[in-house]
């Protein structure tokens, strides 16, 4: 599946962003979609899970701040990131999980650049 993520931008401490995933085949498919995210210098970490039947998981850096949700009738993933502080600041990627008779399969989006900063 292709994945296609947008909504980055330069926000300020405090502010809000939110990031979209637009999946190129009906999200009702994949089992599992996420949002993870790079710091410069740090690893990919999981930020955001929703599964597809709307179980939902979140780092605890982010519990009570960030909201994943899917919206399966436009293929599209979404993570509503409010008070967002400067060690929010990363590249966040879009991830698509699919569990199939042949093994597991794991797509990633391009990824979009948020910059937490005053």
């Known amino acids: 599946v292709q994945l296609q993520a947008s909504g980055g931008g330069l926000v300020q401490p405090g502010g809000s962003l939110t990031l979209s995933c637009a999946a190129s085949l009906s999200i009702s498919h994949i089992n599992i979609m996420g949002w993870y995210r790079q710091a410069p210098g740090k690893q990919r970490e999981m930020v955001a899970i929703?599964?597809?039947?709307?179980?939902?998981n979140y780092d605890d850096s982010v519990k009570g701040r960030f909201t994943i949700s899917r919206d399966n009738a436009k293929n599209t993933v979404y993570l509503q990131m409010n008070s967002l502080k400067p060690e929010d600041t990363a590249v966040y990627y879009c991830?698509?999980?699919?569990?199939?008779?042949?093994?597991?399969?794991?797509?990633w989006g391009q990824g979009t650049l948020v910059t937490v900063s005053s």
């Open positions: 991830n698509a999980l699919r569990f199939t008779p042949s093994g597991t399969l794991n797509d």
């Open positions: 929703v599964t597809n039947i709307d179980n939902t």
